[in-house]
């Protein structure tokens, strides 16, 4: 039988100490003799040389299925995160809010993210318009690309059916399911991340510079998507390659500080652009308090997401519980994380151990326990700061987890099946199969209304395939192989059953969870048709806002109807959302005409018609159209008119940005013409967003249109 090591051990390391080896059977890249079944030829449609015929096809079927799946009731989400779109839509009217990532076309102040993942959203609707499909479906592509660079990952080191089990697990989990059709930057980092992590494992097969370089860059440019989360991974990959590398230490160094050049370079040109740039001509830096990156990169996207102090935000958590959740060990398996993405984990940690064990005597240059050190690494690595991180998290953070559990999970499994006629490769590889069958029987228990049946199935039918695999080493191939078919198709049912939920309802603002309703609130159902549901204008069911008239009418800038909303995140029929990053769980995300939860802050505005049209008139002759305290509200309007709405304050109204008398100075220069009344007082310095609403209502008139307050910045109450 080929084994994974006969199949990738690479070449001996004198230098190091490793004594000879024999020579590996073949490479996972090397042509070898053909073979009844199997591909005579390179081909798109055929495969690589020795893999099976059915490989290739198997393959493309994932990604085809996948894809599917993701575009499916795509645009029930609207504009998704309105925070997010606003900037998308600010960046396809001006390339200079491109490059920065602006909240509006006339570049008043940033997202809290450098804006590496709006740049594919803003390519496409410059292309394709403004709507849902074009916000969206760039994250689906990321997400079908994030599934194939797992697959091509595993399949190079355990063949081509564990790069279909990891394939298939990273597309059913229901996190992913969730971000990969969201506009939030989670899409594209778990992308780059997975893409690093083939790369190094590409550099440990035969020590080759470029491979390193190219991984660096790789996580350079996720830096550039959401900051210092791009560096939890990099202890581990640089631990295992400079450890199992195949090349003397001199030279492993040596290219550890080239891919660190890469990686600077890769992720640093744009933070010295917009630090090196006069800030009186670029947009003041959102989230920051002193209108830098540097301060916002380490300050409120770093290390205030570790201790909690996160300056600017509506409040951090604070020691092991608060506003954020309860910290601790046990944090990716709690009622409010658990169900969205901890269904395998037991499973990939037994499995990640296994396959530990089972490379520990292979030498220290072994690619099979390298994947296994790169993957694992990064699967506990990240896990650990997610369960002790004290600041701001949600539970779409743990999409990060999924790539890496994936992979593990495809390579573990494909291992100990391969040495199943071992007694205890059988009963670890039953074990896995049996904590995967009673996990999902409590996750599944969270939900009680959602599939009841399910859950028995999901424990009788892993309890049978894990006694089938204690025995498939001494039993037949069919019989072995039925007993594998039925365990995997019970490991996937639970997340793929939240999955299918997850696809089945639209999602806005910043607390979106996957799965049925109640799955990421602490295992609370929310039952439909409840207080607050209604019929949107669509006629379908929808929440309908505070604010809004009772047939849910107001105005949907998405574009579609949508499915429920709350504190799950589902989304609202006025197709607005919150920032990925500032509700606690708790708070409202649902808004009305001037504002949602607290004060307008935290959600975004209802628009109706004649509001529309009153922000439109003579819109070309303002710089912003209105100017609204937080991010949220001025997005609603920016996207409902597609004219500039200044966001003041930022996303919480608390950033410095206008000051007060910059305000005055931009009203007396004729540059804003309304002011939208209500929102939030966010506080912030003496030239705050509560000194701003509050000089405008002492010297403005006021303007009604439909149940919206605004008032007329180019009319003073004393003229």
Known sequence: MTTQHDRTSPPADPAAGNPPRPAPRHRADAPVPDAPGRSPARGPWRGRPGDPRWARPALLGLLLVTG?????????SGYANSFYSAAVQAGSQSWKAFFFGSLDAANAITVDKPPAALWPMG?????????????????????????????AAVRRRSGPGAGLIAGAVLALTPVAALMFRFNNPDALLALLMSLACHLVVRALEDGRTKWLVWAGAAIGFAFLTKTLQAFLILPALALAYGVCAPVKVRKRLAQLALAAVALVVSGGWWVAVVELWPASSRPYIGGSQNNSFLELTFGYNGLGRLNGEETGSVGGGG???????ETGWDRMFDSEVGGQ?????????????????LTRGTGRTDPARSSFLVWGGSLLTTMAVFSFMAGIFHQYYTVALAPYLAAVVGMGAAALWERRQATWAALT?????TATAAWGWVLLNRTPGHLPWLKWAVLVGGLVAALGTVFAGRVGRPLASAAAGLGLVASLAGPAAYTFSTLQEGHTGSIVTAGPAGAGMGGTGRPAGGPGEGRNQQGLPGRTPPGAGA????????????????????????????SAET????????????????????????????????????????????????AQNAASYQ?????????????????????????????????????????????????????????????????????????????????
């Not at 849902?132 to 194939?148: Q, R």
């Not at 020691?319 to 959740?325: M, S, V, Y």
């Not at 200044?646 to 007396?668: C, E, H, K």
């Open 68 to 76: 599917l799946l993701y575009l499916y009731n795509l645009s029930a």
């Open 123 to 151: 390519l496409s609707v410059r292309i394709f318009g403004l709507n849902s499909w074009a916000i969206l479906v760039p994250e689906v592509l990321m997400g079908v690309g994030t599934v194939a660079v797992v697959h």
């Open 319 to 325: 020691g092991g519980t608060g506003r954020w959740g």
């Open 341 to 357: 993405i901890s269904w395998l984990l037991p499973a990939a940690l037994i499995l990640l151990v296994a396959g530990l064990v």
């Open 429 to 433: 590889l039953a074990a896995a199969v």
């Open 551 to 578: 047939d849910g009418t107001g105005g949907f800038p998405g574009g579609g109807p949508t499915g429920r909303n709350g504190q799950d995140g589902r989304a609202p029929q006025d197709g607005t959302g919150n």
């Open 583 to 630: 509700v606690p769980p708790g708070g409202r995300a649902d808004g009305g005409d001037g504002g949602g939860g607290m004060g307008g802050l935290l959600g975004g505005a209802s628009v109706g018609s004649e509001a529309k049209e009153l922000l439109e008139a003579d819109a070309e002759d303002y710089t912003w159209a209105a100017a609204a305290i937080g």
């Open 639 to 719: 996207l409902a008119t597609g004219e500039p709405v200044m966001a003041i304050g930022g996303f919480n109204g608390t950033d410095p940005s206008p000051t007060l008398a910059r305000f005055r100075r931009y009203v007396a220069e004729g540059r804003i013409h309304y002011f939208v009344a209500g929102g939030g007082t966010g506080g912030g310095d003496s030239g705050g967003s509560a000194q701003i609403a509050a000089w405008v209502a002492e010297n403005f008139e006021e303007v009604t249109a439909g149940s919206t307050t605004f008032y007329d910045l180019t009319r003073r109450t004393s003229d």
